[in-house]
T-cell receptor, first 114, second 113 residues
């Protein structure tokens, strides 16, 4: 069966520090991968999505970046965090079989930038 | 541009009631619609995926219906329990060939014991 791992669960970082959040998927190959951010009391904002290695699309201009060093690994990074980067970050995956694939989420990372 | 709306934003019901959660979308050319559950501080759990060619899907006490022509989906929860308390979100994929999903802002459900 497929599983998705996301870590860390909680992170407190000072403004201006770097960030690295990691997500891995097991039990499938060539998944579509996503990073979402959920601000308190607001909906999910799609940050990045990837349909394959070296195929990453950014949805929102910001100081965040994403990389996919391996087929089932997706990393969200920042060189210098801003206060506005605080939020709940969620990694997700779906199969590459088309539009009728379910979307599965990791357990999330609560990031507080102070 | 597809927009997804969920009303009401919050709902409280006594245990045992049957209830309906609503999801509206502006572009009826959707491939499917998914319903998710999110517990506080947790990730989203997929509940049901209803394809555009289907009118409803059932899983246990949950039943999701889809009316593409009117741009609406409903999630019916039978005999609600306190354990059903969570935020329920719906999402549709865009039709632009990019496999992106657009989410509603959710309905926060509280089932009172």
């Amino acid at each position: 069966s497929q599983t998705i791992h996301q870590w860390p669960a909680t992170l407190v970082q000072p403004v201006g520090s770097p960030l690295s959040l990691e997500c891995t998927v097991e039990g499938t190959s060539n998944p579509n991968l996503y990073w979402y951010r959920q601000a308190a009391g607001r909906g999910l904002q799609l940050l990045f999505y990837s349909i394959g290695i070296d195929q990453i699309s950014s949805e929102v201009p910001q100081n965040l970046s994403a990389s996919r060093p391996q087929d089932r690994q997706f990393i969200l990074s920042s060189k210098k965090l801003l206060l506005s980067d605080s939020g709940f970050y969620l990694c997700a995956w779906s199969g590459s079989g088309g539009y009728n694939e379910k979307l599965f989420f990791g357990s999330g990372t609560q990031l507080s930038v102070l | 541009k597809q927009e997804v709306t969920q009303i009401p934003a919050a709902l409280s019901v006594p245990e045992g009631e049957n209830l309906v959660l609503n999801c509206s979308f502006t572009d009826s050319a959707i491939y499917n619609l998914q319903w998710f559950r999110q517990d506080p501080g947790k990730g989203l759990t997929s509940l049901l995926l209803i394809q555009s060619s289907q009118r409803e899907q059932t899983s246990g006490r949950l039943n999701a219906s889809l009316d593409k022509s009117s741009g609406r989906s409903t999630l019916y929860i039978a005999a609600s329990q306190p354990g059903d308390s969570a935020t329920y979100l719906c999402a549709v994929p865009t039709t632009s060939g990019t496999y992106k999903y657009i989410f509603g802002t959710g309905t926060r459900l509280k089932v009172l014991a």
